[in-house]
């Protein structure tokens, strides 16, 4: 038998043998026993090819790729029709076994209550800066009209990382480096994490959020500052919030004054969170200090501006009920997950 007829053979009988097949392993057999790479038929027909005079072996040689690729199909399909008759890859699916849980990513308490405090002040016109946590002491005080023997200076109350370099106690620096980078009009909110050598208990943390805002302009009144305190505590707290101002002093505002707001856990009826009195102490603030103005060089003769400074861990540890504050440092995801 010459080997033209001999792949004929071969390529009929797989052809029957395909139609056979009942399941995926017999096809696998199958497979191997046609075009397996050692054993196979085919390749025991190819086998023959070098004993043949050279003007066949082209012919041949075609005759027996088209074989290999007819019978290849063949195989294909006859696999695609088991897969399917036994239901595709569901067939393989354990339905009892437990699923895997997708852990769903939660953004933090702290990171909730900046967001939804920089879109107020977003919509009011402000635009949000940062300034590095690292800081000269000039930067963090004298600048700020504090001169470095005020008691906030002390090693006892910074964290000193060098003679004249510390982490920065308060978002206040930032106020400075933006009036140094831009002129007024300023309108602008800084959030960021501030640090003073407290203990770490259930009510302190060494490192912690503030948000600062600035407002320069020509004509700015404490009036201006009333009023935009009292929107934002509207649109934060609920159309009922009101504020309240008492008099307060910090070195770089003048006037300065504690900023309250109505206690947005009882509707200032009076709670344990608001001892009673129906308010709760949510910011610093005040005009800012000329001082402060003639440390950037902006003319205090012609602009005016004011200044707040609060605490985001604070509202967010009021808002959503948790009683320490260790709990927002200390990443365990059983407690972030609660916020997803
Ligand atoms: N820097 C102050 C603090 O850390 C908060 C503050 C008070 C910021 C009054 C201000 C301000 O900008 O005007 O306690």
């Known amino acids: 038998m010459d080997l033209i007829q001999e792949l004929e053979t071969l390529e009929r009988e797989g052809r029957e043998a395909v139609g056979t097949v009942r399941d995926a392993d017999a096809l696998e057999a199958l497979r191997v026993r046609l075009l397996g790479r050692k054993e196979g038929r085919l390749t025991a027909i190819l086998r023959q090819l070098a ?3 050279p003007e066949q ?9 088209r074989v290999k690729d007819a ?6 399909t006859r696999a695609a029709e088991l897969e399917a ?7 393989g699916l354990d339905l009892t076994l437990p699923g895997r849980t997708a852990w769903r990513g939660a953004r933090h308490p702290v990171t909730l209550v900046v967001d939804e405090i920089t879109a107020v002040f977003r919509s009011l016109g402000f635009t949000r800066a940062r300034g590095p946590e690292a800081e000269t002491d000039w930067y963090n005080f004298v ?11 002390d090693a006892a109350d910074t964290f000193y990382l060098s003679p004249g370099v510390l982490l920065r ?29 407290d203990p770490f ?29 009292a929107e934002f505590a509207r649109r934060l707290f609920g159309p009922a919030a009101k504020v309240r101002f008492r008099p307060s002093f910090f070195p ?17 009826k009076g709670c344990s969170a608001c001892k009673g009195t129906g308010w709760m102490e949510i910011m610093g603030a005040g005009m800012v200090d000329p001082a402060v103005f003639e440390a950037v060089g902006y003319d205090p003769e012609r602009w005016t501006g004011w200044a707040f400074g609060m605490g985001p861990g604070r509202i967010a540890l009021l808002r959503y009920g948790i009683p320490d504050i260790r709990l927002l440092y200390e990443s365990d995801t059983r407690f972030l997950q609660q916020f997803a």
């Open 51 to 53: 004993q043949l005079p």
């Open 57 to 65: 072996k082209p012919v041949i040689g075609a005759a027996a790729n």
């Open 71 to 76: 019978l290849t199909e063949l195989l294909e």
């Open 85 to 91: 008759e036994s239901g595709g890859a569901a067939a």
């Open 143 to 153: 600048s700020l009209n504090t001169p470095l023997d005020h008691p906030a200076a």
């Open 169 to 197: 106690s308060h978002t206040s620096p930032v106020q400075i480096r933006t009036m140094q980078a831009f002129q007024p009009p300023i309108r602008v909110l800084i959030p960021g994490m501030v640090y003073r050598r």
């Open 201 to 229: 208990d259930a009510s302190h943390a060494p490192g912690f959020e503030q948000i600062e805002g600035l407002a320069v302009d020509e004509g700015i009144t404490f009036a201006d500052l009333k009023a935009t305190l």
């Open 252 to 268: 770089f505002t003048e006037p300065s004054a504690e900023v309250d707001v109505t206690c947005f856990l009882c509707g200032a």
